[in-house]
């Protein structure tokens, strides 16, 4: 039997800082803002038989591009129900409420998420770490990802690996 561990990966230098508000319904969001936010991530394979899961380097260094690529830009929510952006020429055009907002394109990054909030960025990160990820590689189980906007609030999304010894079997 394999002996599963957790590494976490909670570096210093796995964050970013980005602009960005929460919206809370149709009608009310708060005011523009922004965090510096802390990711993390918390990775279940097998330990080798030499004693070791896999080159932690190798998820350092994609979290830390994942990172860099929303560092230092307002974040919008382009599946946001509530949210009309519209990109024209150097800037987009964002409606909420009947209110107009203007951000220049080259400051403003459009996520495929729903919300600004720290539970949809780890669902982001995830996905991109995934896509990026050659996880099979490594025989990994779960992934945890976890963002934080400030001390004592975080927001995480997990991947699991389908247990191959159990598919396919009845009862």
């Known amino acids: ?24 319904s149709e009608t009310e969001r ?20 030499n004693g070791l899961c896999f080159s932690y ?41 009947g209110e107009e907002m203007r951000f220049l394109t080259s400051d403003t990054l459009v996520l495929p998420i729903r919300n600004s909030t720290v539970e949809e960025f780890a669902n982001y990160l995830l996905g991109q770490l995934m896509k990026d990820s050659d996880i099979s590689h490594y025989d990994v189980r779960q992934v945890e990802m976890k963002v934080s906007s400030g001390p004592g609030q975080w927001g ?12 396919g079997q009845d009862g």
């Open 57 to 97: 380097g190798e998820f350092k260094s994609k979290l830390q591009n994942l990172c860099e690529k929303l560092d230092e830009y307002l974040l919008l929510p382009g599946l946001s129900p509530y949210l009309k952006i519209e990109k024209q020429e150097q800037e987009y055009l964002v409606i909420f409420n």
């Open 1 to 24: 039997m394999n002996q599963l561990t957790t590494i976490e990966l909670s570096k210093e230098y796995l964050k970013f800082s980005a602009g960005h508000f929460t919206i809370f």
């Open 156 to 167: 995480s999304c997990v991947w699991r690996a389908e247990d191959e010894s159990e598919a």
């Open 30 to 49: 708060e005011r523009l803002h922004g965090h510096n936010f802390a990711v993390s991530a918390s990775i279940v394979a097998p330990v080798g038989e």
